[in-house]
């Protein structure tokens, strides 16, 4: 069976742009969530939806926002780029709403010039 | 709030030492759930391990061991003779039961031949 896939795998922007990330999660599993690890860092947390409903989100602004389709895929969009979005932004996919082990998948490494 | 502390930022090692990786938590949660993960040079996140706090016997698997102490807030990562390719960054994480995960900023395990 196929992993979380993301796409693209790298991107570069220029500041105020605007991006949209894709992943599509593991074949029956319902909830996906969205990380941002910047060089050296751990991952931070940034939206986590089930059954297409948002069901949690971390400290970021409003510029970063997210949606779930009905077959489950996401998209994770960011508006007015600044430097500081330059990261490696990981989508992960879980059966459930709650904490069961999350797979990972290998990331949108985007680079804001 | 939750957070997670991993004091060491960067170990090294020599192959077939045995080496422990440590992960220190904070949380008001009476639920909660650890995980390690490695993250390779590829950036992909591997998942090890997950634990719930009302489980604390430890584990092993292979060449791996987990530590978990609820008395200290710890959740200590053993390798048993180190190889070279368990060279990564190893992270610790929190969840929370909404699947708001806290990473913790890693620790970069170096294996030499």
């Known amino acids: 069976d196929a992993g979380v896939t993301q796409s693209p795998t790298h991107l570069i922007k220029t500041r105020g742009q605007h991006v949209t990330l894709r992943c599509s999660p593991i074949?029956?599993?319902?909830?996906v969530s969205w990380y941002q690890q910047v060089l050296g860092q751990g991952p931070q947390f940034i939206f986590q939806?089930?059954?297409?409903?948002?069901?949690g989100r971390g400290n970021f602004p409003d510029r970063f926002s997210a949606r779930q389709f009905p077959n489950y895929s996401s998209e994770l969009n960011v508006n007015a780029l600044l430097l500081g979005d330059s990261a490696l932004y990981l989508c992960?996919?879980?059966?459930?709403?709650?904490?069961?082990?999350?797979?990972f998948g290998p990331g949108t490494r985007l680079t804001v010039t | 709030a939750q957070k997670v502390t991993q004091a060491q930022t960067e170990i090294s090692v020599v192959e077939k030492e045995d080496v422990t990786l440590d992960c220190v938590y904070e949380?008001?949660?009476?639920?909660?759930?650890l995980f390690w993960y490695k993250q390779p040079p590829s950036g992909e996140l591997v998942f090890l391990i997950r634990?719930?706090?009302?489980?604390?016997q430890n584990e092993i698997s292979g060449r791996y061991s987990w530590n978990f102490q609820k008395s200290t807030s710890s959740f200590n990562f053993t390798i048993t003779a180190s190889q070279v390719v368990d060279s990564a960054v190893y992270f610790c994480?929190?969840?929370?039961?909404?699947?708001?995960?806290?990473f913790g900023a890693g620790t970069r395990l170096t294996v030499k031949p």
């Open positions: 992960a996919s879980s059966y459930g709403q709650e904490a069961y082990e999350q797979y």
């Open positions: 074949s029956g599993h319902k909830s």
């Open positions: 939806y089930y059954e297409k409903e948002e069901r």
């Open positions: 949380t008001r949660d009476t639920t909660y759930y």
């Open positions: 634990r719930n706090s009302f489980d604390e």
């Open positions: 994480a929190l969840s929370d039961y909404n699947n708001d995960m806290r």
